[in-house]
């Protein structure tokens, strides 16, 4: 999913009153004034009203272009979007930061928002789904296949929630990967005079998938959580887009091996410490899929989990429980003193993102027997 929440109110408030937000609604035919006097609740209730007179792909363009912007809205995107702003390519000193600076690189640097976007997104890996398609395939006809997904998603949707009557992709070239991001969007509403109109009740979902042909690999992010459902998202993708075969890989990491003593050697000198911070195992399917969550202070010893471990959990029920998700705390020296990294596993992902730091610790894994061959 988006790494914020769009919820109309707020974004209209950090928005309301920006010449920014008034050529972004000009530019788009949504008609549209906000009111300072207005209540938050009302504004967005107008907002909304404003978007169901357009038509429906119309709509869900504008669903999902303030998305991506309430997405880079925040510190973080902001910054990442001046820092890869051009000379001579950065926003007035007039357009306050936060939403409205995201906003104002949609409408005059887009090529440059979508890059942004996309790097940022594929950054937060912890919802990512991974599989396999075909390698070193060159995708053409971007706007073609964006459009063939755009209604496969509709018709899955449609199928498997009711919604979905209106969907809308875009797609980006990035330096190794194609991404495709898409918005479905529409429910049931009954207008105050009782006419059915066809109006979003809560935020529009976001589906993205990222292509990289040099190795077929396919990454999907979505709401979805059945292994089902989401093999089915991606024989979608598959189908429209690739036009082959996508399977979902299997486990990626073997977390069974954290129910035992676990004290793995550090990589080089300035790693001062590894432990389970965390563990979270599952009982099996006829004792209700009840969770156990074991959770230990940063300050703890290293073997605090395999205290708790032997205190709460016999070994013939440990048998039976399977590990659903782990935390490990890495302690690394810098700048002559100790700095705590957290690293998030379920078994089919995990939270590292894409950078040199992420790079050591993924070897780390490799190394301390927690991924598959």
């Known amino acids: 999913m988006f790494s914020r929440p ?9 928005v309301s009153g920006t010449d920014v937000f008034a050529d972004y609604c000009e530019r788009r035919g949504v008609p549209f004034e906000p009111d300072a006097g207005r209540r938050a609740d009302v504004d967005a209730g107008r907002w909304r ?11 869900a363009e504008v669903e999902l272009e303030l998305a991506t912007v309430n997405d880079l809205g925040g510190r973080d995107g902001n910054a990442h979007l001046l820092e890869a702003a051009p000379p001579g390519g950065l926003p ?11 906003l104002w690189f949609l409408l005059h640097q887009p090529d440059l928002f979508r890059d942004v976007f996309f790097h940022h997104q594929v950054a937060e890996t912890g919802m990512w789904r991974t599989a396999n398609g075909p390698a070193g395939l060159r995708l053409d006809d971007l706007d073609g296949r964006a459009v063939a997904l755009a209604l496969s998603l509709r018709d899955f949707f449609r199928a498997q929630e009711g919604s979905g009557r209106f969907c809308t992709v875009t797609a980006h070239h990035m330096a190794t990967a194609c991404c495709f991001v898409g ?8 207008a105050e005079d009782g006419r059915q109109v066809l ?5 529009a979902v976001p ?16 709401h979805l959580r059945s292994a089902d459902r989401v ?18 890989r299997g486990p990626a990491f073997d977390l069974e091996r954290l129910k035992l003593p676990f004290h793995p050697l550090p990589d080089a000198d300035d790693m001062e410490m590894v432990r389970v911070k965390s563990l979270h195992l599952r009982y099996p399917q006829r004792s209700a899929r009840r969770l156990l969550k074991l959770e230990t202070l940063a300050t703890d010893e290293p073997d605090a989990i395999e205290r708790l471990l032997r205190t709460h959990v016999t070994a013939d029920a440990l048998t039976d429980l399977t590990v659903c998700h782990a935390e490990l705390q890495v302690r690394l020296r810098v700048a002559g003193r100790g700095k705590n990294y ?21 070897a780390c894994l490799k190394r301390w027997g927690l991924t598959h061959a």
């Open 207 to 222: 589906i993205l998938f990222a292509y990289y042909p040099e190795d077929g690999s396919v990454l999907c992010k979505s």
């Open 183 to 190: 918005q479905v969007a529409d429910r049931l509403h009954f």
């Open 231 to 248: 093999a089915e998202l991606l024989r979608c993708f598959g189908e429209s887009v690739l036009r082959s075969p996508v399977t979902e």
């Open 49 to 59: 009203s404003a978007l169901a007179g357009l038509p429906h792909e119309a709509h």
């Open 199 to 203: 109006q979003r009740l809560r935020p």
């Open 342 to 362: 957290a690293i998030r596993l379920w078994p089919d992902r995990c939270s590292l993102n894409q950078t040199p730091l992420a790079g050591r610790f993924r």
């Open 6 to 14: 769009f919820r109309p109110g707020p974004f209209l408030r950090s």
């Open 92 to 102: 007035p000193d007039t357009v306050p930061r936060g939403a409205p600076v995201a």
